[in-house]
């Protein structure tokens, strides 16, 4: 039997109901007398089921002192709610009596929501659909991603992540916060302009969690308190981390997170001379320095200044520094590993004259690093030679390869432009596409199909042309199901473009290499535009904020999340001929 709903359980779902009306009186009708007036009684009722619920929670209660254990939280909420009611009276130059009622229902709506989630997991019915969730490591990753963009959303909605007094609408909180989750970098309002300092904080925490995972943060988080993870926990870590080895868990993610922790701060710290410049040396350059470096390495592309690095074209430290974000966390946390296990064996090998057998590069990291070099370098001049008589025409030598390497840098995952991506040339756009598709590399921040899928179809096409049964890849032999799964992963990710580019066509007034371009760059999670996205309609808006999130998860995962598992029976079928070519 489902377990009942208990009398402060009630005052949880009004909070919520009177919640959602005073978000939608704030942010869904126009500003007047009367609404204002209603606001203020739905805000004081928020208030007042607030404080009803612990009074009765508390008249309920057998065992006072674990009660006033578990409610911590919002006793805590509680003084803070008296004291911006105390402010706003005192100071309402600094703190309005609106904005601070505002802010207290923002925080209770919140507070619910998190009740509400203690309160489902008690029903049996729906802790037996977590459990099986968990026991499917690709729906809890699709899960994950949608809870978080969600949640993202709605914060992004809040008055407090606006610099008006208007919210940002709906269709716009959504995309921005799918962007930032899927560390795309494609933007409907102007980052810079458009959120506030906490607007811009709850952005970059988006970033981070998309480029981390959720999952491996509440691992992290787990590991920290000391709590038990449990076996379909660890499963679904597993699916994400291509990390067979359970043991080796732990070692992985606590690795993860220092490193990027670590490549954040430098990147920071050398982003910091480039700012200070121009804001001076105070907290914005700081925050400033922060944020583009949390951008760079998660591979998101999302930028504080109205024309992104436009104005740094020439500043060979920033582009430099950025470009080395952007390919670092486009390697993959595995390929970084084996490399830096690798450079410090032979260090020791060489340096301390210790006998050590030198370790030799995986098979995965080398094809990474390889078709990553052939990328970079092919687009550098590729862009060249395309443009230095169009869009780079007027810059000196030195700043035309220096914008021609830091796009095709960003070109493949981060979207961060030094150049105005709509005056290029139509054929580059196309070269252009093709690169994003590509990608980077499994297991990073990036998206796209993966240079490592490439690499095996490169493999399989060479093995064919050879007349070889076997497919090899750098004196490997490679498995015929990742053979099948990589052409299976190209044949879904070209439906998925086909199909968003078709209706984008049939619902919006672009040429049809904008569209493309901006599909592509949407699944590939890379964020470069020709200038479109802001003039998309609602339904455009929301397309490519789906074809975002099928990106950043994977087309593959997404079949296999949510598809059924048949029953296999050992029998063979007849064989079939069918003439192809």
Known sequence: MPTKLKNPDIFVFLILIFGLLSLLLRYGLPTCASVNALLSIVDWLVMIFFIGGLILRFYLIHFRLVFFRNILFDIFLLFLLVFISVYSNSRPYLLSASRASTLATNLIFLRALLSLIKILSRIKKLNYFVKSVYRHPAQTIAISFLIII??????????????????????????????????????????????????????????????????????????????????????????????????????????????????????????????????????????????????????????????????????????????????????????????????????????????????????????????????????????????????????????????????????????????????????????????????????????GVKVNTISVIFAYIKSVVRGKEEVTLMKHSLPKELVNKSFLIIILALSTVFTVTTMLLITENFRFEQILFEVVSAFGTVGLSTGITPMLSFFGKFIIAVTMFIGRVGPLTLVIAFSQKNETYKIRLPEGNLLIG
């Open 150 to 447: 969600v949640l993202g959303t709605i914060f992004l909605m809040m008055s407090f992540s606006s610099t008006t007094n208007h919210s940002v609408p709906f269709i716009d909180a959504l995309f921005t916060a799918t962007s930032a989750v899927c560390v795309t970098g494609l933007i409907t309002v102007d980052t810079g302009i458009q959120f506030s300092v906490w607007g811009k904080i709850i952005i970059m925490i988006l970033i981070q969690i998309g480029g981390l995972g959720i999952m491996i943060l509440s691992y992290f988080a787990a590991f920290v308190i000391g709590k038990r993870v449990s076996l379909e926990e660890k499963l679904a870590l597993s699916y994400l981390l291509n990390e067979q080895d359970m043991q080796k868990m732990s070692s992985t993610i606590i690795k993860i997170i220092i490193f990027t922790l670590i490549i954040e701060i430098i990147g920071a710290a050398l982003l910091f001379p480039n700012f200070k410049n121009a804001f001076g040396v105070g907290t914005q350059a700081l925050f400033f320095s922060l944020f583009h470096a949390v951008s760079a390495f998660c591979n998101a592309g999302f930028s504080l200044f109205s024309n992104n690095f436009e104005s740094y074209r020439s500043n060979v430290s920033l582009n430099l520094t950025v470009a080395f974000l952007i390919i670092t966390g486009g390697l993959s946390f595995a390929v970084l590993s084996d490399l830096l296990e690798n450079f410090w064996i032979n260090i020791k090998s060489n340096l301390f004259s210790q006998q050590i057998r030198r370790k030799r590069l995986s098979v995965n990291s080398k094809a990474v690093i390889t078709v990553t070099t052939i990328l970079l370098v092919s687009g550098t001049l590729i862009i060249y030679a395309f443009e230095h008589r169009n869009v780079l025409l007027g810059f000196d030598l030195k700043t035309q390869y220096l914008s021609a390497f830091f796009q095709s840098v960003t070109l493949r995952t981060a979207g961060f432009n030094t150049i105005i991506i709509g005056n290029l040339q139509t054929y580059t756009l196309f070269i252009m596409i093709l690169f994003m598709f590509i990608g980077g590399a499994s297991g990073s921040t990036a998206g």
